[in-house]
């Protein structure tokens, strides 16, 4: 897998980055009990690589300060280990109750590291999730969506763009008469991708799924805060 210290340093700086962004308008909130935390739906692809781990212990530290909750984890790599590796986490952080979602999306990459990381840990730690069913990661999205009060929720991806592109494509369902587009309009405050390079450039969240990066990233009307591959590299 090579030397994984320089994407471990840039997923660090970039979920850093990502709550560092939005302490300022929680400055009030921290000391104040009563206060609304930051509402977050964590997407990510923890497999190809073991970076999202730091993205993941991230999360669970600022939920565990009383700094955001975390409404969702879902995967958007349709490995089959992929969901029960997020779940191990959220068990070690005592949060055994956050709703874990699997894509089913024939357009999302299908692969995990070729050591096979995924699947011992869940050997390890907790075989009895290797034969558990997941429910889809859109329809994970679109009921939690839907049980939050309007303009409340921050997407946070460090994986692919194939559950945001299938989110916004969504018709009406049991969760929510509204679509998948009129759901995020109305729900979502805004998104934080670990995606990009700029001003130009190659980059791996986007480009293993470029069709659903470039129609989410088109059609996506609330605001997005890209982390992008720079951060991090040196």
């Not at 997923?11 to 850093?16: C, D, E, R």
Request: glycine content about 4%; overall charge neutral.
């Amino acid at each position: 897998m090579g030397k994984p210290t320089p994407k471990w340093i840039h997923l660090l700086i970039s979920i850093m980055f990502i709550f560092g962004h939005v302490q300022n308008s929680m400055a009030s909130k921290i000391n104040n009990p009563d206060s609304s935390k930051i509402k977050v739906i964590f997407d990510t692809d923890m497999g190809p690589d073991y970076d999202d781990i730091g993205a993941i212990a991230l999360l669970h530290a600022f939920a565990d300060r009383g700094e955001i909750e975390i409404l969702a984890t879902v995967a958007s790599d349709s490995h089959q280990d992929i969901p029960a590796t997020i779940e191990v986490y959220n068990r070690y952080f005592k949060k055994d109750n956050i709703p874990v979602g699997k894509t089913t999306n024939p357009l999302a990459p299908n692969f995990t590291a070729a050591n096979n990381w995924n699947r011992k840990i869940i050997e390890l730690f907790c075989p009895e999730l290797l034969n558990k069913k997941y429910h889809p990661s859109v329809e994970i999205y679109r009921k939690v969506l839907a049980e939050q009060p309007d303009n409340s929720v921050t997407i946070v991806t460090v994986g692919f763009m194939t559950n945001i592109a299938e989110l916004l494509k969504s018709k009406a369902d049991k969760y929510s008469n509204l679509t998948g587009q009129e759901l995020v309009n109305q729900k979502v405050k805004n998104w934080v991708a670990m995606a990009g390079a700029f001003p130009q450039g190659k980059e791996f969240n986007i480009h293993e799924d470029a069709e659903s990066a470039k129609y989410a990233f088109e059609n996506f009307q609330k605001p997005i805060l890209f982390t992008a591959s720079k951060l991090g590299t040196k």
